[in-house]
């Protein structure tokens, strides 16, 4: 890429984050109220909706990249399925936001948004592993991403709940995915990396480090949807064995505190889909780490990813399979501090 390409999408991004500041602006002054409550980590009312302004940025630069940048675009079927089912998992968690829907009817939203991708023929179809070369998935591959992008949706919602911290997350992998979507010559995951991050960029400066406005469902949904999508792209990555764990490397620190809050209410014989501080990162909150620091200790396991990403993209094909376990250290630490600040904090139950 030359300096002047670069320059160009660099003030093309710029573009989208000013329009996405103009609309979390707006939203702002809309007053959609977040009220606190028992499970909250604020403590007065703040507008929320303030990811309509990401959602907007994203759909119009993706517009721009489908009716005028033709070597940024996938498949005509694959890029409609992406501009539906943003455009349906957008509406539904804006309206979510307003009128506070169940539980059962955001995951029908999900599903139908992650099936309207697959039937577009965007799902993982196959896998390049090591020492085996491309192995068929078939309809498993149909189902596994399903479940990836419905998970991936849901854990993204779930980690909103301090400033900033979804929304840095979603930032710094983005930034990470755009490097390397183009280190593999692949301009729509760089592209749509990008645009992501445009959005983004305009909408932290309003809710970290404090927060005149929340992202709502309409910016977590969003991102972690977009996220899961991007993931599914990257996964199809030909010159590249396993390169479907590289978004699951970037949202390594979002997944684990996921995933083991899951294990261990279920375990416990809680109902996983109830509303609870029980996070790892809300524990730590509540034991009194400061709300930033848990933010940043977040933004910087995503980083960490992130340069695990890109060398695992630099690795032999032989490496490849032990660099995600690289990760677990980190979060197996950062349960461990949570953990004894939570006893000392005399925390008791999650």
């Not at 890429?1 to 984050?17: K, P, Q, S, V, W």
């Not at 809309?30 to 009220?35: G, L, P, T, W, Y």
């Amino acid at each position: 890429m030359t300096f002047e390409a670069f320059l160009r999408h660099m003030l093309f991004c710029l573009g989208l984050a000013c329009v996405s500041a103009l609309v979390v602006r707006a939203a702002i002054d809309a007053r959609v109220m977040d009220r606190p409550n028992a499970r909250s980590a604020h403590t007065r009312p703040t507008p929320k909706g303030g990811g309509i302004g990401i959602v907007t940025a994203f759909m119009l630069g993706i517009a721009m990249l489908y009716g005028f940048a033709e070597f940024s675009r996938i498949a005509e079927p694959y890029f409609r399925g992406v501009i539906l089912s943003a455009l349906v998992i957008a509406v539904v968690s804006f309206l979510d936001d307003l009128r506070d829907w169940p539980f059962s009817v955001k995951l029908a939203a999900q599903v139908g948004a992650a099936l309207a991708a697959i039937a577009s023929g965007l799902y993982v179809q196959d896998v390049r592993l090591p020492f085996w070369g491309v192995v068929q998935l078939g309809w498993v591959g149909a189902v596994a991403t399903l479940v990836w992008i419905v998970f991936v949706t849901n854990a993204m919602n779930f980690i909103d709940g301090l400033n900033g911290l979804a929304a840095g997350v979603t930032l710094v992998s983005c930034l990470f995915l755009a490097v390397i979507g183009q280190s593999q010559g692949d301009s729509f995951v760089y592209f749509a990396s990008l645009v992501l991050a445009a959005g983004l960029v305009g909408f932290l400066p309003f809710n970290f480090p404090r927060a005149r406005i929340f992202m709502g469902d309409v910016g977590s949904q969003f991102c972690g949807f977009m996220l899961a999508m991007l993931g599914v792209a990257a996964a199809r990555f030909g010159r590249m064995d396993m390169s479907l764990l590289l978004v699951p490397m970037l949202l390594n620190g979002v997944l684990f505190d996921v995933s083991f809050t899951l294990v261990r209410r279920f375990i416990a014989g809680e109902r996983i889909t109830q509303a609870h501080r029980g996070h790892l990162y809300q524990v730590a909150h509540r034991a009194g780490v400061d709300a930033r620091v848990v933010t940043l200790v977040q933004c910087g396991f995503a980083a960490l990813g992130g340069l695990v990403s890109m060398l695992f993209v630099a690795s032999p094909a032989v490496l490849k399979p032990a660099l995600p376990l690289l990760l677990l250290l980190p979060q197996m630490l950062w349960l461990g501090f949570v953990v004894l600040r939570a006893r000392t904090a005399e925390i008791g139950r999650w």
